[in-house]
């Protein structure tokens, strides 16, 4: 069945430094990627996704490519805020199926 | 739009009462999620409705869970008897039809969640 492995957390960073979110996949057919980010007392909300492959999610300075040939989507950011603390989660869902499968989440700590 | 709409936000209750969770999706969206989040399980899925119809109800953890949606704009879960371990952060999310956009999985919107505590 599909799956999706995330890099565990927590990842605590300094403001302005470089993020990465690792996040890789198994699916038997063509999904599509995303990337949703909870902040603290909230519902999730999409940040960023891509629908086929060498496509590019881009958001609020956060990048992710799909990857077929590593079936990756791995989450980058230049520069970080203390905004951006919170939790994100990677998530895929098959072509003609609205279901998602989600990762476990990576909880981010930016420190001034 | 209002977004996802859910209510209460938060519920505490005793053992062995009867919880009813409410959710408003957003109008025109024809498919209709609840989820699960815990800390130790982390985000589950526990039914998904498409038009009203329950499509898959393979994640309810058990009898005591049960969803309907009498209408397009209105959801309930219902948690009879509640017990201390159905303490969790309930999400109700919709989506439009993804056969709209191509076949592809459209964007499930969130609603803010009710906070369920059962002592």
């Known amino acids: 069945g599909d799956s999706v492995t995330q890099m565990e957390g927590p990842v605590t960073l300094s403001e302005e430094a470089f993020l990465t979110i690792n996040c890789t996949y198994t699916?038997?057919?063509?999904?599509?990627l995303f990337w949703y980010v909870q902040y603290p007392g909230e519902g999730l909300q999409l940040l960023l996704k891509?629908?086929?492959?060498?496509d590019k999610g881009s958001n609020k300075g956060f990048e992710a490519t799909y990857r077929k040939e590593t079936t990756s989507f791995h989450l980058e950011k230049g520069s970080v805020q203390v905004s951006d603390s919170a939790v994100y989660f990677c998530?895929?869902?098959?072509?003609?199926?609205?279901?998602?499968?989600f990762g476990t989440g990576t909880r981010l700590t930016i420190i001034p | 739009d209002a977004g996802v709409i859910q209510s209460p936000r938060h519920e505490v209750t005793e053992m062995g009462q009867e919880v009813t969770l409410r959710c408003k999706p957003i109008?025109?969206?024809?498919?209709l999620f609840w989820y699960r989040q815990t800390m130790m399980r982390g985000l589950e899925l526990l039914i998904y409705?498409?038009?009203?119809?329950?499509?898959?109800d393979s994640g309810m953890p058990e009898d005591r869970f049960s969803a309907k949606m009498p209408n397009a704009s209105f959801s309930t879960l219902k948690i009879q008897p509640s017990e201390p371990r159905d303490s969790a952060v309930y999400f109700c999310?919709?989506?439009?039809?993804?056969?709209?956009?191509?076949?592809?999985?459209?964007?499930?919107?969130f609603g803010p969640g009710t906070r369920l505590t059962v002592l």
């Open positions: 998530a895929l869902g098959d072509f003609g199926n609205e279901k998602l499968t």
């Open positions: 409705f498409n038009n009203n119809v329950p499509i898959d």
């Open positions: 699916a038997t057919g063509y999904p599509s």
């Open positions: 109008s025109g969206h024809d498919y």
């Open positions: 891509a629908t086929k492959a060498d």
């Open positions: 999310a919709s989506t439009p039809n993804g056969a709209t956009s191509g076949g592809h999985t459209d964007t499930q919107y």
